[in-house]
């Protein structure tokens, strides 16, 4: 028995050939096989092209996430997102198109079978039957019986008087079942004979083998039990699938595993709480990330609309010359604001490097009174210390969000809170009140702390207050 072509071991064209018939597309270089003209394939062409970028250069101009679903700059496709592209869109002739792992074209399941040119061990191909054109040039009938061509570019027989006659000849390659033959005849073949994984084989009115029904994973056809195979989800796509919300995902591209099952990872719904596919974010998750993490000085991080990117409008840098976000202020730009207008009598506001207000050289006609009113933060009168609970507004150096310490006033210059005599365990510096803080022992030591010690390691607790546990006597 005699194979159709398309099941036979083929043979490839020469690169130069390969290359006028696949016509350059992209300008990019195809790739192709090692393999000698021997090579096998039971399912399909050899010609085994993968599209690839011309240079290095174009690579690391590359900006696209690959493997999201969605085909970005310097990407020609994305796991199961072709853009639409197909073998036969992309001259590549028939089969299936995939995407290879660095996003780019794989044309290894395309085949030039439907070109309408006779290629490697095709019998014909469209129009072009090549050398024969009847039947009786294969001997299945008279010179007035014509040759047909498959869409597997092998020759159809069923005008031939011979194909039908319940028995296999060659070049046939099986027998339709007819009133002579209940059950078609095939040779002894199967799909799986032929190279596939699973199906029922069938033959054609034309004395050729139907392999419609045979399918295998990993040829880029989705066929029969499979679900997917390759970019091929037989004309499904994200919308059929539900998102963790219990909606259809309405953005993204399905991909394919290996074992021929749909795949949604790439799939997305935005505001359905889960980050997917080519989503940056969703309301609420932000993966981590902050206005710091941004760039930014401060602020809060939000999701654009679409979850395709952080909302950065609320975030703030201070310094940049531009009031935004919780800012009061930034360099010499008051945001139009005064002394005045923030209560004081008058005076110079400024900004401080945090960009909030600066009120130290604002006046207060009533300040230095020692009494608590108009304006004042505080008013201590004309020594600014020394201070009762009422002239400090029952404020402290704690509610100022300081450790402890004693909290003054600027009063008479103006009567704002001085934290000079405030202390904050923790930030090195030994203040009133303080022992020590961290590694500044104030210069104290187990011998000269007085406590009767002769030596060992003197250490500062959490509260700023001497550990003795390792001195000793």
């Known amino acids: 028995m005699r194979l159709p072509a398309s099941l036979r071991r083929t043979r490839l064209l020469p690169s130069s050939a390969l290359l006028a018939l696949l016509g350059g597309c992209y300008g990019n ?42 085909i970005e700059a310097g990407e020609q496709c994305d796991t ?3 853009g639409g592209a197909t073998c036969e869109s ?10 290879t792992a660095d996003c780019m074209f794989d044309a290894g399941q395309c085949s030039p079978c439907g070109n309408g040119m006779i290629d490697g061990d095709e019998d014909c191909d469209g129009a072009d039957l090549g050398d024969s054109s009847t039947c009786a040039d294969l001997g299945l009938g008279t010179a007035r019986e014509p040759l047909g061509c498959t869409s597997m570019c092998t020759y159809d027989f069923g005008e031939c008087s011979g194909c039908g006659d319940g028995m296999v000849t060659d070049p046939e390659a099986c027998e339709p079942a007819s009133d002579n033959l209940p059950a078609p005849d095939l040779d002894g073949q199967t799909c799986m004979s032929l190279g596939f994984d699973e199906g029922m084989l069938e033959c054609t ?54 074992s021929c099952t749909i795949d949604t990872a790439n799939c997305s719904l935005c505001t359905d709480g889960t980050v997917s596919g080519a989503e940056v974010c969703e309301p609420g998750v932000l993966e981590g990330e902050t206005c710091i993490s941004q760039g930014f000085d401060a602020g809060p991080l939000g ?17 940049d010359a531009l009031i935004e ?12 604001e005064t002394c005045i207008s923030q209560g004081f009598a008058g005076g ?13 050289m604002c006046t207060n006609v009533t300040c230095g009174d020692a009494v608590l009113n108009g304006g004042d933060q505080c008013d201590c009168g004309n020594q600014g210390v020394n201070c009762t609970a009422g002239q400090l507004g029952n404020q402290t150096c704690i509610t100022q969000g300081f450790d402890g310490g004693t909290l ?7 009567c704002t809170f001085n934290t000079m005599g405030c202390t904050e365990c923790g930030d090195g510096l030994v203040g009133m009140g303080e022992s020590c803080d961290g590694m500044n022992l104030n210069g104290k030591t187990c011998a000269n702390l007085g406590m009767g010690f002769l030596g060992g390691t003197l250490s500062c607790t959490n509260a700023c207050a001497f550990n003795t546990s390792l001195c000793t006597n």
């Open 29 to 70: 270089i195809i790739e192709f096989s090692d393999s000698d003209s021997d090579s096998d394939s039971t399912t399909g062409s050899d010609v085994g092209t993968t599209v690839s970028e011309t240079s290095s250069e174009t690579a690391d101009t590359e900006t696209g996430e690959c493997g999201n679903g969605a």
């Open 80 to 82: 199961g997102d072709l």
């Open 90 to 99: 992309e001259g590549l002739g028939t089969g299936g198109l995939t995407c």
């Open 205 to 258: 009115e034309g004395c050729a083998f139907d392999t419609a029904n045979c399918s295998t994973c990993g040829d880029a056809v989705q066929q029969n039990s499979e679900a997917c195979d390759g970019a091929d989800f037989g004309g499904l796509a994200c919308s059929n699938f539900d998102s963790p919300s219990a909606e259809p995902f309405d953005e993204g591209s399905l991909s394919c595993t290996g």
């Open 303 to 319: 999701c654009a609309a679409d979850c395709s990117a952080f909302d950065t409008n609320a975030c703030t840098d201070c310094g």
């Open 325 to 336: 976000g919780t800012e009061q202020c930034e360099g010499n730009s008051l945001d139009g």
């Open 348 to 360: 110079t506001l400024g900004c401080a490097n945090t960009c909030m207000f600066d009120t130290s």
């Open 408 to 414: 003054a006033c600027n009063s008479p210059i103006n």
